[in-house]
């Protein structure tokens, strides 16, 4: 607004001019112009407005005018605006990539939850896996201590002629008669003797005689008559092919070779070694068999 239009003027309200070096009153003779933004009455001299940018003031009702001091601050409030503006656009970009980072955290914790997942159910398969091994490990064990009670007594001939009679009951009373023979008259042994069976199925075609299985009354029997067994080869020429072992179970007699196929190692080397009561130990005499209670023919 300038001085001179209608309404409020410089004279009809006296003001002091806006600018810090006057101060002075702006009267209606000054060509005083009014700050839109402040409302501040200056001498246009003061504000340096030209005399041709008063004249259109003074004619237009629309065109607004501001102090240096209002244009200084709008132009700081601007570049404010544009620095916000400018940060603004920064935060957006900066939450932008927040946002893919969240979703690529998001995605690699979904990966994450699955291979959790799937390590559980390995963990459970395995841990079943474990637990039915552990579980057959027990059953076996338990198999194999059943077997070895139920041999405990028990020994094994082998080589021991087989009667080829046709009547089984007399084959049976044969091969008894054929043991105590064996055991009492040949290796002088008195032992009790609960059972004695064939092993295996009769073949008449077969030329070998099938093992023979004696159950004795005690252990302690049984490992007598083993320590008498060497004794066979030396009794007479029908009983140097007849041999004498324990009742093994498959898993003793997979041992058993084991163990015979080391001490063959050994004794090849010009080692002297014995297996005695499942181990193989130094031999301080040369022997002749393999194991304890064990004679060749089996």
């Known amino acids: ?39 501040l009455w200056f001498h246009a001299g003061c504000e340096q407005v030209s005399v ?16 240096k001091k ?12 544009i620095k916000l503006r400018a940060e603004n ?9 927040m946002d893919t980072k969240v979703k690529d ?23 079943s896996d474990i637990t039915s091994q552990v579980m057959n490990m027990v059953r076996d064990e338990m198999n ?18 087989e009667p080829d009679g046709t009547v089984v009951e007399e084959r049976i009373k044969e091969d008894i008669n054929n043991c105590a023979y064996l055991l009492k008259d040949v290796l002088k042994v008195e032992v009790g003797v609960t059972k004695v069976m064939r092993l295996g199925k009769r073949n008449d075609n077969n030329t070998r005689p099938r093992p023979t299985l004696i159950k004795l009354e005690n252990e302690s029997e049984k490992w007598h008559v083993l320590s008498k067994a060497k004794n066979l080869k030396y009794a007479n020429e029908e009983t140097r092919k007849i041999g004498i072992s324990l009742d093994m179970t498959k898993r003793q007699r997979e041992e058993n070779k084991k163990l015979r196929d080391e001490l063959k190692i050994r004794r090849d080397r010009g080692e002297r070694w014995q297996i005695k009561r499942g181990q193989l130990v130094p031999s301080f005499r040369q022997q002749t068999d393999n194991s304890e209670g064990a004679t060749g023919g089996q």
């Open 89 to 97: 656009e920064e935060m957006k970009e900066e939450n932008r990539k």
């Open 105 to 127: 955290l998001e995605t690699k914790n979904g990966e994450m939850k699955k291979k959790l997942q799937e390590l559980e159910e390995k963990l459970l398969s395995t841990k």
């Open 52 to 67: 041709g940018l008063y004249k259109e003031l003074q004619k237009s009702r629309t065109q607004l005018w501001m102090c």
């Open 144 to 161: 194999e201590r059943d077997e070895t009670q139920k041999r405990a007594n028990n020994i094994v001939v082998y080589n021991l002629p």
């Open 1 to 39: 607004m300038t001085g001179g239009e209608d309404g409020e003027d410089a004279a009809a309200s006296p003001k002091p001019c806006g600018t810090e070096k006057c101060k002075k009153i702006v009267k209606d003779a000054d060509n005083g112009i009014r700050c839109d933004e402040c409302e």
């Open 70 to 81: 209002c244009r200084g601050s709008r132009k700081n409030y601007k570049q404010e605006i």
